[in-house]
């Protein structure tokens, strides 16, 4: 075996597969929040996301422009929001996709903005609140699939859906580790991106958030292909909020 290698061979070959595998890696560009293009190389189907941050962070806010971002490129999304009303999600969907504040309201002009988010931005709703059993969730994420042809599939929050529960386990961390489990099967078996948004675990104040800071067992970061935490930094006179992706 020569101990000095040039750049052909099999060397050459496992080369070009290794820049290959990482072009087809990347997926459709953010254009809103282009820094996770560098991090996560964009956006991909059959893969999972999950979202933590601490209560009142933005964590919705951020989800929904984080939808808006893609769907204006032309991914169809459907949405699961089972803690907040969905007229407050589709109203900061509205006020993002305007891009000008629309206080004073002048309801022409709301109107008009709301019509155009209707017909030009492929987003859809899943008709649910509140606590509901993972069985109805991915009956309607299948509907979703089958009749809008979704690729994305956010679900704001898991713990909403823990609250229900489908009578199968006794303790809450089996039953989430099931959950994760079969929506991460969801994404992988009909070629969907399934985003989750998760509460911590409480920690100290001012403490940064970590993957220990998860809620749960350990399936949630095991299955997840990326995830991303809301941080609040805390230590300067201005607090400091940012998007930390983790993998």
């Known amino acids: 075996m020569s101990r000095v ?31 996770l293009n560098r991090i996560i190389k964009g956006f991909r189907t059959q893969e ?11 964590k919705t806010t951020f989800m929904c422009e984080y939808s808006l971002d893609l769907a204006e490129q032309g991914v169809p999304t459907l949405w699961g929001s089972f803690e907040m009303p969905l007229r407050k999600v589709c109203k900061t969907l509205v006020q993002q996709f305007a891009g000008e504040p629309l206080d004073p309201p002048i309801p022409s002009r709301i109107s008009e903005w709301a019509r155009m988010f209707s017909e030009n931005i492929p987003i859809y709703f899943m008709n649910l609140h509140g606590a509901q059993s993972l069985t109805e969730v991915l009956k309607t994420m299948e509907v979703g699939v089958k009749d809008s042809g979704v690729e994305h599939i956010v679900i704001d929050n898991l713990q909403f859906l823990l609250g229900a529960g489908d009578g199968a386990f006794v303790e809450r961390f089996q039953r989430q580790d099931h959950y994760i489990q079969e929506l991460r099967a969801f994404a992988t078996e009909k070629g969907t991106h399934v985003t989750i948004v998760a ?16 809620y749960g067992g350990g399936k949630i970061s095991q299955e997840a292909d990326n995830i991303m935490f809301l941080q609040v930094d805390s230590s300067t006179s201005i607090p400091k909020k940012y998007l930390q992706p983790y993998q």
Do not use: W, Y
């Open 48 to 58: 999972m996301t999950v979202l933590s941050g601490n209560t009142g962070v933005g």
């Open 5 to 35: 290698l040039r750049l052909d061979g099999d060397l050459l070959r496992a080369t070009v597969n290794e820049l290959s595998r990482v072009t087809e890696l990347r997926g459709i560009p953010f254009s809103r929040f282009t820094e």
């Open 199 to 214: 509460h911590p675990r409480k920690e100290e104040t001012g403490r940064l958030l970590s993957i220990n800071s998860l």
